[in-house]
């Protein structure tokens, strides 16, 4: 069965930095839209970013634009999120979700249409 399992999440003063991991099992990665989505206390789960199984295609949430990068190394099954310039709003735990792509470019901010989750990371950004 597919697995993804996150990593990388801690404490952190605002400014700094963090790279999370997310390793995939069970699946041919290569065939998979990869995203990042967060969710804070009380509130909804977010999109953050996401990565077309070719890597040719990203697409992110504006509030993290120009700060959070999404990458992914197929050989690896894993997928990337560094996160730079981190503010206390970003504090959430971060999940990292996969599903069976239809193209080489596709990427989706659709929490319904990621099939596949995983357990999750806290990040949490002290001011």
């Known amino acids: 069965q597919v697995q993804l399992v996150e990593s990388g999440g801690e404490l952190v003063q605002a400014g700094g930095s963090l790279r999370l991991s997310c390793a995939a099992s069970?699946?041919?990665?290569?065939?998979?839209?990869m995203g990042w989505f967060r969710q804070a206390p009380g509130k909804k789960r977010e999109f953050v970013a996401s990565i077309s199984w070719s890597a040719g295609s990203t697409l992110y949430q504006d509030s993290v634009k120009g700060r959070f990068t999404i990458s992914r190394d197929n050989a690896k099954n894993t997928v990337y999120l560094q996160m730079n310039s981190l503010k206390p709003e970003d504090t959430a735990v971060y999940y990292c979700a996969a599903n069976f792509s239809p193209s080489s470019r596709y990427v989706s901010p659709r929490v319904e249409e990621y099939r596949h989750w995983g357990q999750g990371t806290q990040v949490t950004v002290s001011s």
């Open positions: 069970g699946l041919t990665f290569s065939d998979y839209v």
